[in-house]
């Protein structure tokens, strides 16, 4: 097979529209991304946490956090069983818990380290157990992209970025086959 010669123009180009690509697609695989975060009732004043419910939650800027040791966004909806048949539903939206903190003994005395579980979520909604909450039915969805997690309803979250990518590289070797010229 023979590789058609380049211009300069075109193979500038090309290299920079591979790199466009690249960055694209691992954007969000160096442990931070963007999510919407709140919860269902206020933190303790002496938290000094900023106050984000979800019972208000309007997908501005007041609910954006930076979530240094997530890849992925978190949305768990539930819905609880009251006394006299009454069910209230709520929603609870944030970083997915991937920082694991443990204890190693190193030196003769027990020291806290932290790892990050980049593997341990995948994209999508699962139905499950909720430890924290007595509830009838919990749903837990995970995506990958920054503020991916606003939607009002549950919904399945599937990322868009494999189809994007596969326009753009299908763009760029049309792009190619119409600039090259064989040597």
Same mark, same amino acid.
């Given at each position: 097979?023979?590789i ?24 969000n695989?160096n442990g ?5 975060e &709140? ?11 900023? =106050?984000?419910? *979800?019972?208000?939650? +309007? ?25 006299a048949?009454?069910?209230v539903k709520?929603?609870v ?27 341990s979520?995948?994209?999508? &909604? ?8 007595r509830?009838?039915? =919990?749903?837990? *969805?995970?995506?990958? +992209? ?5 939607a009002?309803q ?7 970025t ?22």
């Amino acid at each position: 097979m023979m590789i058609p010669h380049l211009s300069f123009r075109t193979s500038l180009i090309f290299a920079t529209a591979v790199i466009y690509v690249l960055t694209f697609l691992v954007s969000n695989t160096n442990g931070q991304i963007d999510c919407y975060e &709140c919860t269902v009732h206020p933190p303790e004043s002496f938290m000094n946490r900023t =106050t984000r419910l *979800c019972s208000k939650f +309007d997908g501005s800027d007041h609910y954006k956090v930076h979530c240094p040791n997530s890849t992925y966004c978190m949305k768990k909806s539930f819905q609880l069983e009251l006394q006299a048949g009454k069910i209230v539903k709520g929603n609870v939206r944030g970083c997915t818990p991937q920082k694991y903190d443990y204890q190693v003994y190193k030196n003769g005395s027990w020291k806290f380290e932290s790892a990050v579980e980049y593997d341990s979520f995948k994209k999508g &909604c699962y139905s499950g157990n909720d430890d924290q909450l007595r509830t009838a039915e =919990t749903q837990f *969805c995970y995506c990958d +992209d920054n503020l991916c997690n606003n939607a009002k309803q549950t919904t399945n979250f599937s990322s868009h970025t494999d189809t994007i990518a596969v326009i753009i590289i299908y763009n760029i070797m049309r792009f190619l086959k119409t600039h090259t010229q064989p040597a």
